[in-house]
């Protein structure tokens, strides 16, 4: 073989060596977007990112890590920690929804802190802790109007264990008439459960008489 094209050859197999077997291209000129060029001539994911699709993508709670920072990137953002070898959230925050945020009991110093993840708008910060604000309880992981909380009209008493159930009565969340407040919920009363019973006995007796 003439010595141009055997060079010529060889220059190829070394240019081809240079690319990445998982998705990465040559580090010459650029590596594409969190990536980075490793000792090898190949580029590679940002410790806070893993390949996904032929892409860096960032990575999410329970993602394999090495530090904290490889956890502080996407939807964990600067809350994010290395915690035995798998990404999760720093000390006093918690998952909602992929995302590191405070959450009800969570350590505080101010209303801001309580105000994301499930506690909403409603959340505060009450002796050091995220809580719902006053007036509002703490139910099915969200502060919602419950059961004998003020109010100024009946759509403030639909949600949490109230549900469609709720009224607005007397400036308190209370339940329709046709329900009463036991167990923790809005249930049918006395009153509808003695029809009930009535009306059925009523179509027994009627059976057996025609």
């Known amino acids: 073989m003439d010595t141009k094209y055997w060079i010529l050859a060889v220059g190829v197999v070394v240019a081809m060596s240079y690319a990445s077997v998982e998705g990465g291209s040559v580090c010459t000129p650029t590596c594409n977007a969190n990536q980075t060029c490793n000792s090898n001539n190949m580029c590679e994911c940002l410790p806070a990112y893993k390949l996904m699709d032929s892409a860096c993508m ?7 890590c090495t530090a904290a920072a490889n956890c502080q990137s996407g939807h964990l953002g600067a809350w994010g920690t290395c915690t035995s070898g798998k990404c999760a959230c ?6 909602y929804m992929k995302m590191c945020s405070k959450g009800y009991d969570d ?6 802190e309580c105000k994301t993840g499930s506690l ?15 007036e509002y309880t703490w139910y099915m992981n969200m502060c919602s109007k419950g059961y ?6 009946d759509a403030n008493c639909t949600s949490g264990n109230l549900g469609n159930r709720g009224v607005c009565k007397s400036s308190k969340c209370a339940c329709h008439n046709d329900y009463s407040w036991a167990g923790g919920v809005c249930s049918k009363g006395a009153a509808g459960v003695t029809i009930s019973i009535t009306l059925m006995l009523a179509a027994l007796l009627s059976r057996k008489l025609f």
């Open 58 to 64: 960032a990575k999410e709670y329970d993602d394999a």
């Open 90 to 95: 720093s000390s006093g925050y918690t998952l």
């Open 120 to 134: 909403g708008a409603w959340g505060t910060c009450t002796s050091g802790k995220c809580a719902c604000m006053a």
């Open 107 to 112: 350590t505080c110093t101010n209303a801001a």
């Open 148 to 153: 004998d909380d003020a109010c100024t009209a």
